[in-house]
């Protein structure tokens, strides 16, 4: 069982940065693929960013690449535990959206429907 819990988002004018927090944990997240997912109102969720765990490899979707960061460290206070971030720098409006915090079993697709665990959501408001 895999658990994700989210921080970070909140508003901010265009141009500005957010950083984006996910403590991801569970006893077979090691084989996981971990992921950022964001969702506008009327519209699909759609991935941002990718990696498999234990591999150097991060994808990145058009529309945020060069802008996005993911990055990846151990929780040195947990057993089987992860901190996921993602940095978002030169915002647009259009990056507005719930941003989401994802997790399944390696390969790493960009579909949301293969990925069962998710975190609860954090909003970003871009004006």
């Known amino acids: 069982h895999v658990q994700l819990v989210e921080s970070g988002g909140g508003s901010v004018q265009a141009g500005g940065s957010l950083r984006l927090s996910c403590v991801v944990s569970?006893?077979?997240?090691?084989?996981?693929?971990m992921a950022w997912f964001r969702q506008a109102p009327g519209k699909e969720r759609e991935g941002v960013a990718r990696?498999?765990?234990?591999?150097?490899?991060?994808?990145?979707?058009?529309?945020v690449k060069g802008r996005f960061e993911l990055t990846i460290s151990r929780d040195s206070a947990k057993i089987a535990a992860y901190m996921m971030y993602l940095q978002m720098n030169s915002l647009k409006p259009e990056d507005s959206a719930m941003y989401y915090c994802?997790?399944?079993?390696?390969?790493?697709?960009?579909?949301?429907?293969?990925?069962?665990?998710w975190g609860q959501g954090t909003q970003v408001t871009v004006s």
């Open positions: 994802a997790a399944r079993p390696q390969p790493c697709t960009w579909s949301a429907g293969d990925f069962r665990s």
């Open positions: 569970g006893n077979t997240i090691a084989a996981y693929c």
């Open positions: 990696t498999p765990l234990g591999s150097d490899t991060i994808d990145y979707s058009d529309s």
